[in-house]
């Protein structure tokens, strides 16, 4: 990333003191993730000590995949610095850390600067994978209890929420691998499989084996609906 900055900088030199303040001058990918986010949300002293050794993995592994999954993605530093996907899972582990902790007060704030800012809803109580691509971002959805794999992709505007019929675990349950095409709807603890492919515009209220291509249409909903 420090060599891609310079590069960036050589090219664009009116970028200097924006790089050099948000990557060049850090002395880690954590401190530069923590400095970037703070700003971003507008929390002045955001919990960069949360970044433990678990953590610091998953968000080379979403650098990783989303360098090599998105075609949009010019560099590793175009996505640290311009992906609201990348960013908004970034700062959804660190909630998610604190979540688990018990301080439910500072993680709930961060979930709702997350959502103000980057237009992307994920409960502090979902569980994320590693190597996630959050294509675009806008409109996403995550419920409480929803769990996310390994190396999944979801586009703009997926809901993983709930049925409004169930209390306790309500939300859905997405294997490693899963494509979620865009404006999806996955309803109530189903279980998305290894590898499955979503298509867009579906809306799914039953389980879907690995491997799968679901294309539940509209139509598709109100027939479910019709026969539960």
């Known amino acids: 990333m420090r060599e891609e900055a310079r590069s960036d900088v050589s090219h664009e030199?009116?970028?200097?003191?924006?790089?050099?303040?948000?990557?060049?001058?850090?002395?880690?990918?954590?401190?530069?993730?923590?400095?970037?986010?703070?700003?971003?949300?507008?929390?002045?002293?955001?919990?960069?000590?949360?970044?433990?050794?678990?953590i610091v993995k998953s968000v080379k592994e979403d650098l990783r995949e989303v360098h090599e999954r998105d075609p949009a993605c010019?560099?590793?530093?175009?996505?640290?610095?311009?992906?609201?996907?990348?960013?908004?899972?970034?700062?959804?582990?660190?909630?998610?850390?604190?979540?688990?902790?018990g301080r439910q007060v500072l993680a709930l704030l961060i979930q709702n600067r997350v959502s103000e800012v980057f237009a992307v809803d994920i409960h502090p109580g979902a569980k994320l994978g590693r190597g996630l691509l959050f294509d675009h971002a806008t409109g996403l959805v995550?419920?409480?209890?929803?769990?996310?794999?390994?190396?999944?992709?979801?586009?703009?505007n997926v809901t993983l929420g709930g049925t409004?019929?169930?209390?306790g675990d309500r939300h859905?349950?997405?294997?490693?691998?899963?494509?979620?095409?865009?404006?999806?709807?996955?309803?109530?603890?189903v279980r998305i499989g290894d590898g499955a492919k979503i298509g867009a515009g579906s809306v799914v209220l039953k389980?879907?084996?690995?491997?799968?291509?679901?294309?539940?249409?509209?139509?598709?909903?109100?027939?479910?609906?019709?026969?539960?």
Do not use: M
């Open 13 to 54: 030199p009116i970028l200097s003191n924006y790089y050099e303040s948000s990557i060049l001058s850090q002395d880690s990918l954590e401190s530069a993730l923590a400095s970037h986010l703070s700003i971003k949300l507008a929390i002045r002293a955001f919990p960069g000590g949360r970044w433990d050794r678990e």
């Open 74 to 101: 010019l560099s590793y530093v175009h996505c640290f610095l311009n992906f609201k996907g990348f960013l908004t899972c970034q700062a959804h582990r660190v909630a998610h850390k604190l979540w688990s902790q």
């Open 142 to 156: 995550v419920g409480e209890t929803a769990v996310i794999g390994n190396n999944v992709s979801i586009l703009h």
């Open 164 to 167: 409004g019929k169930a209390s």
């Open 172 to 189: 859905p349950k997405i294997g490693d691998g899963v494509l979620i095409g865009a404006g999806t709807c996955i309803l109530g603890n």
């Open 207 to 228: 389980d879907v084996p690995h491997g799968q291509l679901q294309s539940a249409t509209l139509r598709g909903w109100s027939e479910a609906r019709r026969t539960q």
